[in-house]
């Protein structure tokens, strides 16, 4: 357990702290084409992570992102500002999400109590696993501009393009940092030389082949050569139609 606590206290990106950082990508001055990644807003008005709208009402985040986040910004490519801000009426987190000795099953559905009304376009959820290993996907999100130094919070999208790897490669990585620790089954490792750990702040979409393929769980700062690594959404769709219909 104490593992994973230090792991969390590096990766992270909550509570204002500079835990998932961004270094590298690209700021995006048009974000007319990703009008559905949206920033969670903490009760105390702080930026608390990414999400991604699947549908008028609901956001795929992750379930570590939860901080009594009282509002979903929709719209900004200002940080929180300058967006359309809708209430949160529940936060879902998936059941069997946990810390203890691995990080698994971080997702989570936020169900907005209005219907958002700018945007009528979302991604899909792939139907298979992801196993094309010589594709090129984005992360996108609003992290911090630089790592030791943690600079500030980029006020405008980023996207960083990286590759998935195998999960035999990336357990073997992360093993080097912890002989205890488990990447899970259920996830989706990526890795990039142009844009270092966790591109997309925590919550934030990976998208493959324009799908929401996977949700940015946890990774090294800086990178520091450990994979990136992201919750695969393709595992949790059945849950996640479960909660649409049911909450």
């Known amino acids: 357990m104490k593992t994973v606590v230090v792991l969390l206290t590096l990766i992270f990106f909550a509570n204002g ?3 998932a950082r961004i270094v590298g990508g ?11 990644v949206v920033a969670l807003v903490s009760k105390r008005g702080e930026f608390a992570g990414g999400g991604t709208l699947i549908d008028s009402r609901h956001v795929i985040t992750a379930a570590h992102c939860w901080q009594g986040n009282g509002k979903v910004v ?8 300058n967006g359309k801000e809708y209430s949160v009426k529940r936060f879902v987190s ?12 971080d997702i989570a559905v936020i169900i907005l109590s209005e219907d958002v009304s700018e945007i009528t376009e979302f991604p899909k959820r792939p139907t298979a696993k992801l196993n094309d290993y010589d594709t090129s996907c984005k992360v ?3 992290g911090v501009t630089g790592y030791p130094e943690p600079g500030t919070l980029s006020k405008k999208l980023k996207l960083a393009y990286v590759k998935p790897v195998p999960q035999s490669e990336c357990r073997d990585k992360w093993k080097e940092w912890s002989s ?13 030389d142009d844009a270092a750990a ?17 949700v940015v769980s946890f990774g090294m700062p800086s990178g520091g050569g450990y994979p990136d690594v992201f919750t695969e959404v393709y595992f949790y769709n059945d849950w996640i139609d479960y909660v649409i219909k049911n909450y």
């Open 180 to 192: 205890s620790f488990k990447v899970d089954d259920k996830t989706i490792c990526t890795f990039s």
């Open 17 to 19: 702290k500079e835990e």
């Open 198 to 214: 966790l591109m997309g702040d925590s919550g934030g979409p990976l998208l493959c082949d324009d799908k929401l393929t996977g």
């Open 94 to 105: 998936h059941p069997d999400y946990t810390t203890h000795r691995t990080i698994a099953n």
């Open 74 to 81: 929709v719209g900004s490519n200002d940080l929180i500002s």
């Open 26 to 36: 690209e700021e995006l001055d048009d974000i007319s084409d990703y009008m559905f």
């Open 140 to 142: 996108l999100g609003k």
